[in-house]
């Protein structure tokens, strides 16, 4: 077998679906084979950041690994920023890199695309990814890869492959098989009881569910576990978007102050609060009315659990619910629990837009024609999403770049086969949303609801006044026929209800929605986000 099929073989034994890439003169040698072996389909984009944010889109809507196929230097070193969003937010990204071929890197020469040293690439990718292999002896590479992608799994963080291009085509063993690590069931259940009796002795249990549950695919699990125990369930804003058609008793998504009164007063006078999955971040937690007492906290995140002056190291957070399953037993009535409310039944009139009026006109289109998957950009269109009604949901809430909005939706698309929502504000479009080019060579029909207020608004409500917030008017949705989708431009309810409406009787390609918005018209979730961060910057 050829290093590169063992290699590719490996991926889809592990749960890998497609993979997306730009082809460059270090990768054609492997490039060739994956198209001619049919082993991973194989989607080109446009740019190597949105091949990141596509790939990374991929594995976290699936559960799985994603994969992103790039050249040496000028491919691979264009992907840091989606690289290190994927780790820092725990996605399990697979990024393969051409790289020059043994020979080639010996002689002593300067090689193009190479920046300090034939290394530096290697040592960058340290720095972001939590194994790093480079496939140059064809012994030992098939275990090389096992171990990476194992890693890559069992983590859900990214892992960097080097793939010399001489070594492509040399025959190797195949890749041993996923193993998972053999983890102590007798101390996930001796953390469960440990758990259950803290949440027996509370008045005001509740749990918090984090990106790791969807990460490891343990939502239905959870749902299990939770429609048990019946306490108020909340998302952290990272993980808005899981627990979708479960029976989980899920009352909101916790944002502190820019919150619902209901959701935060749960959260944060609770004396019985475990968080599940949960990533200890500024966006998750840096507008607590309070200090959320850590004390008091039971945290299983990273496969270990932290309880007071307890901790359990080695417990996966499936092992966890696992054993919590077993022993479990009812502490509160899920049917006296709030359900989430949220907006609907927008006027068809001539009324400007705001944003809540998107996630209104958005939630009746959902009525009517049922809910969708979406992509969200960084930005008030994050914010407004927390009125829509809870469906599968993907959006750099932690590290928060611009740009993954467009890529993800089409990634969404392509490893799923749904037709998705992206919202993307005009800078982040700027950034990526010209892949949209790549809709009418792959059959993709996202519908996009651009925010244009011709500013990076978010920014400016942050620091009002600079006049290097403004952005010009490029007219989106006029280019969208060159792109090979049809585009409008809304700017009242009446407009809006329409676009939507037609976007969805037509799924012969992809429809922006240019939503033209006043500058400092931001949606009321965004304004008490900022608030907050203002007051708390203030007090402190």
């Not at 050829?2 to 890998?16: I, N, S």
């Not at 499936?318 to 629990?337: H, N, Q, R, T, W």
């Amino acid at each position: 077998m050829l290093l590169a099929e063992a290699l590719f073989h490996a991926l889809k034994d592990r749960g890998a679906r497609e993979v997306f890439g730009i082809p460059g003169d270090f990768a054609l040698p492997y490039f060739k084979i994956l198209e001619d072996s049919q082993i991973l389909p194989l989607h080109t984009l446009s740019h190597e950041p949105g091949v990141g944010f596509a790939a990374d889109a991929a594995g976290r809507f699936n559960s799985r690994l994603g994969i992103a196929a790039v050249t040496y230097g000028a491919g691979a070193l264009n992907m840091v920023n989606p690289v290190a969003q994927a780790y820092v937010e725990k996605s399990p990204l697979v990024v393969i890199s051409g790289a020059p071929g043994k020979l080639e890197s010996m002689r002593g020469l300067g090689l193009h695309h190479q920046v300090k040293r034939i290394d530096s690439q290697y040592k960058i990718f340290e720095e972001i990814t939590c194994a790093q292999i480079i496939l140059d002896d064809a012994k030992t590479a098939p275990k090389l890869i096992a171990d990476a992608l194992d890693r890559c799994i069992e983590q859900s963080r990214p892992i960097y492959i080097e793939f010399p291009r001489d070594m492509v085509a040399v025959e190797v063993d195949p890749v041993p098989a996923f193993h998972p690590s053999c983890e102590d069931m007798e101390a996930a259940r001796a953390c469960a009881k440990e758990v259950l009796a803290h949440l027996n002795c509370a008045e005001k249990p509740c749990i918090m569910a984090g990106v790791e549950v969807r990460r490891f695919g343990l939502e239905e699990k959870l749902a299990e576990l939770t429609h048990t125990l019946g306490i108020p369930v909340v998302t952290s804003f990272m993980a808005r978007g899981i627990l979708v058609d479960t029976e989980a008793p899920l009352i909101g998504t916790y944002l502190g102050l820019a919150g619902t009164e209901e959701v935060r007063k749960t959260v944060e006078r609770s004396d019985g609060l475990l968080m599940l999955g949960v990533i200890l971040s500024d966006t998750n937690f840096g507008v607590s009315k309070r200090e959320i007492d850590m004390r008091s906290v039971v945290h299983a995140f990273d496969r270990d659990v932290h309880f007071a002056h307890h901790s359990y190291p080695n417990v996966p957070l499936e092992f966890l619910i696992e054993a919590m399953i077993e022993i479990a037993s009812p502490l509160g009535d899920a049917k006296k629990l709030p359900a989430p409310t949220y907006p609907y039944g927008l006027k068809s009139d001539d009324s400007a837009i705001a944003p809540t009026d998107v996630a209104c006109a958005v939630n009746d289109m959902f009525v009517k024609h049922g809910r969708m998957p979406i992509a969200s950009d960084m930005g008030d269109c994050l914010f407004t999403a927390m009125d829509i009604e809870n469906t599968a949901l993907i959006a750099p809430g932690y590290y928060a770049s611009m740009g993954p909005g467009v890529p993800a939706g089409l990634a969404i698309q392509a490893t799923s086969g749904q037709r998705p929502l992206i919202m993307v504000g005009d800078g982040a479009f700027q950034m990526t949303g010209w892949e949209l080019g790549n809709c009418r060579k792959y059959g993709w029909n996202p519908i996009v609801l651009l925010f244009n207020n011709k500013s990076w608004e978010m920014l400016r409500t942050f620091q009002p006044g600079p006049n290097y917030h403004d952005l010009d008017d490029w007219g989106f949705a006029a280019i969208a026929g060159p792109l090979g989708g049809k585009g409008v431009r809304v700017k009242t309810h009446a407009e809006l209800i329409d676009a939507l409406e037609a976007a969805q009787q037509d799924s012969s390609c992809f429809h922006l929605i240019e939503i033209m918005l006043e500058r400092g018209e931001i949606s009321q979730t965004l304004n008490r986000f900022v608030n907050a961060v203002k007051r708390l910057s203030v007090a402190k």
